[in-house]
Each structure stands twice: as C-alpha cells, then as structure tokens.
C-alpha cells in the first residue's frame, strides 16, 4: 500500500515480520499482487530490486546490535554503563518507510529548502543519489547516558542513511574532513553513516576529525559509539583515544578517564598507543594534581615501548614543578636531554629554579649556560636563582660572574639579587665583603634594603665582633621604618657578647623592652654569656630571674653555671646548682662535669690547708 505523508511521496511496503531477519520474508512479498500508487502511478514491482538493496545494506549497518527487549534495537558499548546504539530500528509489526527517491520514481518534496528554513545542516545532494531514513516505533532514548542530550543535538537515532553514487573511499574520507572541519555535524555524521552502510571504510584522519566535531558540540555518546567502530576495525591512533580519554574526564572525571584507560590496556590496545595517548593522561592527571598517576603514567610509556616526546617531557617537569616535586622535575629533565630532545625556555627556567631548591648548583650552571647558548635571554629571576643556589653551595666568585653577566644584559638586580649575593658573601665567611656590599646597595639602591639584608649584614658585625656598627644598623633600621624583630636585637647583643662589651649589651636589652619587643631564649644566653666575660653576676642572676616562663630556663641555669665554674666561682656555682635542682631543673652533661671538676679542687684545697 502506498501513502503520502505530508505532501512527501512516502512508500509503505509490509514485509511480514523483520526485514532484516532474513530474505525469504522479503521473497515473500513477490507472491503477492503488484501495488501501484495512484497519485505517482508508481509500480512497486519495479522497485523490488531496489528495496532489497536497500534493506540489505540497513542489515548490514545493524549486524552490530544487539536484540533487546520490546523489539527494539539496542548496542551497549562495552564497559561504558548506559551508553546505547541508536541507529534506527524497525519492529515486525512496522512497516519499510522509503523516502526521498528519484524523482523519476516517486514525487519529492523540496525538503532541503525546508530544512535550511529550520536551521538544520544538510548533505550536499549532488553527492547522493538515495536516502533512506530509519524510524524507531518508539522513538525512545535513554536516560542513562553520560551526557544529558541538549535539544536538537544530533545522535545516530535522529541521522539519515544516504545511498551514494560516490564510493570512492578516499575521496568520501575527505568529504567527511571537510564537513567536520567545517562544523557541520549532521552532515559529516551522516555520511559517515551512510560509508558505514555500504561497507567503506573511512580513513583514520577522517574518523579523527569527526570525532573532534561531535566532542566539540557535546556529542560524547556518538563519539564513543565512533570511537568503539574504530577499535573495532584497527583504524584508532594515537590521537583517536587523546580525543576520547580527554573527553571522558571532562564529561565523567579523572577517575573514569583513568579506568578507561586502564580498560584498554588490559584490553590489548597498547599496540594503538602513542606518546599523545600518554601525553593525555600525564595531562589529565596533572588537572587532578596526582603527581603519583603523573609518574605512573610516565612508567609504563617507557615500559611499553614509547619514547617520550618534548611535550611529554615538558608537561612533566612543569607540573611537577607545580605540584612541589622538584626531584622528580629534575629527572625528567635529565632524561630530556638523555634523549637528546631539545627544551623550551619555559622548561629550563622551571629546572634553574628547582635545581636552587635542591641544591644542585652544578645542574643549575648547566641549564643556564644551555640558555644562553641557545640564544634565550634569562630573566631576572632564573638570574637570582642561579646566584642563590651558587652562593648556598659557597660559590661565592661563581655567583658574582652571573651578577655580572646579569647588569651586562641590561637587566637591573632587585632585592632578590641583592639578598642572594650578601648571603653568598657571608656563607662565604667574606663578612668584611659583605658590609662593603651593604653599604653599596644603600648608595645605589637604598629602595631595595629590607629586613633581611640588615639581619645579613648584623650577623656580618656578629661575626666580626663590630658592636658599635651593629648599633647603627639598628637605629638605622628604626629610622627607615623598618620594623625590628627579636632576630635583630639579638644580633646586635650578640656582637656586643662577642667584643665583650656586656653593659652595651644590657643597654640593647633595655632598650628591646622599651620597644616592647619580646626577648626569646637566645636572647637570655647571649646576656649571661656576655655578663659572665665582664664578671657581672648579679646582672646575670637578674636576668635569670627576669626570664619568662616561655624560655628555657633549663639552658639559663647551664649557661650561668658553666660560667661561673669557668671563672672560678666555686662557692656562687654551688648555690646556683642547689637552685637549680630544687626549681626541678637537671643540668646537663657539661653541667655536672664542671660541677664535679669544681667540688674536687675545693676538696684538695682543704686537705692541702
């Protein structure tokens, strides 16, 4: 019987059951009487030819699926939960709608005009000769997919099946790079449906292409259906599963992306990997701030074969960088170069700096002689941390060189610079250099004196015993508006302690307490240690007693007693100890040594009386 459905010439041909089921239901509609139709004066019979051709191909197309329940077509892709096949299906009860034939055959209506009024996308039609579209019953869709459909999205269900004069594999292959390249999904689904029904098989780089067009409009169920057709014929690179596993984090997460990469692994597909595979889950992972997955992942690319590419060595060392593993930065590094790949800047700035952290100064020399080398002009701080990691390791006249190759360049040095070269003088033990330094930086660029370079250079004045200096970097400091902590306090009443100057130092401790700054510990040790040298033992027993509880007294009390032993004070060392023990405090092994080296001499002296 033949009808016409909304001024389309539609044929309904009844076919007794699944067409696709076998051939003898379609032979058996030759038996029966030719049906004509009235309005086209078409003869059915004449079609026979044709509409078997047609059906077997729709056959061919669904062989993939899998029976399921209701009489519906249903494909499960395998171990991706709620993932259907929905390439039309017909039900036995249903019958064959064939539309848009020939003109000569049947009365067509202009649907591509009306299809561009719509807004949807359609095949060029000088490429087709045929359509056939394929209509569920039921025209149901899941509600278990991995990503909720928008409306209009294009899917498989809603795709027509073209017959085509073209079968020039190749030269569909490029139709379908076009059309993706040209963001015109239907199209480029469809013709790909269509190459799939006529048993052509299109190029990987086409197949690649369409699945970056569905991913790029939120097509992931049709993308993984195409990437399982992929697999399945041997055409999927490298590129084929970057583009499926970047899409599975994005739409399910880390965790799935990484199971299905698992999945294909045990599932023999490594021979289909390549670095770009890999460079995907490094990549992945690193999004998940998963260094151990990273270096996993790094593994078994070498385990399996591959060498890394400089992007893979490259999104290794940067976020491992990121995520605070500079070791592990490091090696991928070495590697790198091992296999004689070529690194970015970007790459070696980031290995200067962790190798300032490690300690490496060697290393740290290296990448930033292959810099220059290179041609690359360094930055002011790949500067600053090559200076800081040689003046840390005592490299005092290498860390000077790269100031120098530093101002030539016409790069200015900051207070980074300035904090890395004192600190090398001093690490150095060039502390007369160091004050030079200091006063340099503060007729040049007093702008960039901080904190830090005053307690350098106050250390400096410890170290050579400069009190009065240290005063002035005090005051100084109080003047410029600094402000000055404990540490620096301490560092000036530690110079004063090492010039034996006590009075000065309990001046520098009154005054702290005037500036309400709260003296810790060392603060307390260098005071009696300095009270001790000029013999002030009631300063000292007051400045025990002037302790807060915060401190530790246990180390007060050891401190003074090793002094007076020292100084002879036998008989105020034995009252302090007596103290000392009934205040719950035990002295150390010094302590007792020089308590008992104490109470001996006095015993002999009174044998000798």
Known sequence: MLEVLRSSSVAFIPTHGW???????????????????GSCNVNISCLEQKVIRKLDIIYELNKSSVFGEGGNWIRTLQGMPGMRWRLGSVRSTDSVMLSGFDSALVCEEAEIDAS???????????????????????????????????????????????????????????????????????SALELYISMEGLGLLPSAHACNSLLACLLRN????????????????????GHTFSLILKAAAVAQGYHFSLELFTKLEEEGKLKCFDAIAYNTMISVCAKAKDWVQMEKMWRRLKENGHNGTTVTYSLLVCNFLHLGQAELAIDAYIEMIHNQLKP???????????????????????????????????????????????????????????????KSSGLSPDAYTWNALLGALYRGSHYADALQLFDHIKRESSSELNVHLYNVTLMSCQKLAFWDRS???????????????????????????????????????????????IPDTFTYL??????????????????????????????????????????????????????????????????RALMLQQLTRDSVRRRVR
Not at 19 to 37: E, I, K, Y
Not at 220 to 236: E, H, V
Not at 553 to 572: I, T
């Open 471 to 517: 005063l002035q970097l005090l005051w100084q400091m109080e003047v410029s508006g600094l402000t000055v902590s404990t540490v620096s306090y301490n560092h000036a009443i530690s110079a004063c302690e090492a010039a034996r100057k006590p009075k000065v130092a309990l001046q520098v401790y009154k005054h702290m307490i005037h500036k309400k700054c």
């Open 19 to 37: 067409f696709h089921g076998s051939r003898q239901r379609l032979n058996s509609c030759r038996s029966r009487n030719d049906v004509v139709c």
């Open 526 to 591: 260098s005071l009696i240690r300095a009270c001790v040298w000029g013999s002030l033992w009631v300063e000292a027993e007051e400045i025990l007693d002037r302790a807060t509880p915060d401190v530790s007294l246990s180390s007060l009390y050891n401190a003074l007693l090793q002094g007076m032993c020292l100084q002879g004070q036998s008989d105020k060392a034995k009252k302090l100890y007596k103290r000392m023990h009934n205040s719950g405090f035990k002295p150390d092994g010094k302590t």
């Open 218 to 237: 939120g097509s992931l169920d049709d993308a993984l259906r195409i990437f399982m057709m992929m697999t399945k014929k041997d055409i999927a690179t």
């Open 344 to 406: 970015s800047e970007v790459v070696m700035k980031g290995v200067v700096g962790a190798c300032a952290k490690e300690g490496k100064w060697d290393l740290s020399l290296s990448v930033f002689q292959r810099m220059l080398d290179s041609g690359l002009k360094p930055n002011a701080v790949s500067y600053n941390e090559v200076i800081n990691c040689l003046g840390k390791a005592g490299k005092v006249n290498l860390a000077f060189r790269i100031y120098s190759l530093m």
């Open 116 to 186: 561009v009024q719509g807004g949807e996308e359609e095949l060029d039609m000088s490429t087709y000769e045929h359509n056939v579209t394929t209509r569920d019953d039921h025209n149901e869709r899941t509600n278990n997919t991995m990503l909720s459909d928008l409306d209009g999205r294009v899917c498989l269900s809603e795709a027509k099946l073209h017959f085509l004069e073209e079968r020039d594999e190749e030269m569909l292959s490029r139709s379908i790079l076009r059309l993706s390249r040209s963001n015109k999904v239907r």
